[in-house]
């Protein structure tokens, strides 16, 4: 199976989305203009949007409808009414999205965030039928060292999947966020930060692994295993610290986390 054979199996795309100002729309807006063809390959959307406060939410809601609406097919919104703008809230979101798709029955969903890109060449990766959960593995230069820099015992035993994307299909799991165990996480960070010196984020890959592990899933990297052994060399002589590879594509997916910054090819 290829990669836009999965997609074709999708019930939906969904992301959460955070517009802190009007400057959010137009660098979504940006972000997206790349992303059209892969984004008209869905027949439903979901997003749930986060405002910076009630006014922001007044003043471009309809913008963001009308953004979104041009963009994605048949959308469907959450719009949230306070303000969220941390990892803690970023959790609520997402776990909102899941449990959208669940209420309606979906099977297979993709999820992406607002400035993720994904290129034609993505469209290609062979991938194996009738898995539950199909992720990137996030891996840093740090953990590769704990590790002895063994490319090897690196891909066996490393599990670690990046949020920003991945297909799910939600009728085989509960949940994916403890929302309990990710307040606690959150206030032990507020109350020392060196608890967790990369800073919080890491609660959201946690709290994936758990799920997929939790619910017994059948899982596969989506970035086949000669790529990903490449992929850890490149981390190991570069010395990439950050696991979510910003701004570095990977087999034709984009965390363009700085879409103003040049974007570089890992592999």
Known sequence: MRFKELVNKCDAIVFPAYIGDENDLLRINHLQMMNDKFNKLFS???????????????????QAEK?????FNNVSYIHNKINYENVRSLCEQEETLIQECKSRGYNYICKTMD????????LDISLDDNKDFYFTCGIGAQRCIEKNNDIDLIYNTEFFPQTNFY????????????LEEVEQKHLEW?????????????????????????????KQDIIPEDKFKELI?????????????????????????????PVYKLI
């Open 44 to 62: 439903n959307t979901i997003i749930c949007i986060n405002y910076r406060n009630s006014y922001v939410r007044n003043k471009c809601k309809d």
């Open 233 to 261: 060399q490149n981390v190991i002589d570069r010395r990439i610290a950050d696991p979510s590879y910003k701004n570095l594509s990977t087999c034709g997916i984009i965390h363009l986390q700085y879409p103003d910054q």
């Open 167 to 178: 297909f799910l299909d939600v009728s085989k799991i509960d949940y994916i966020y403890d």
């Open 115 to 122: 400035h993720v890109i994904i290129l034609e060449e993505a």
């Open 190 to 218: 507020e109350a020392d930060n060196s608890v967790c010196p990369n800073g919080y984020f890491i609660c959201c890959e946690d709290q994936t692994a758990k799920m997929a592990l939790r619910n017994n899933l059948n």
């Open 67 to 71: 953004l979104f609406n041009f963009h």
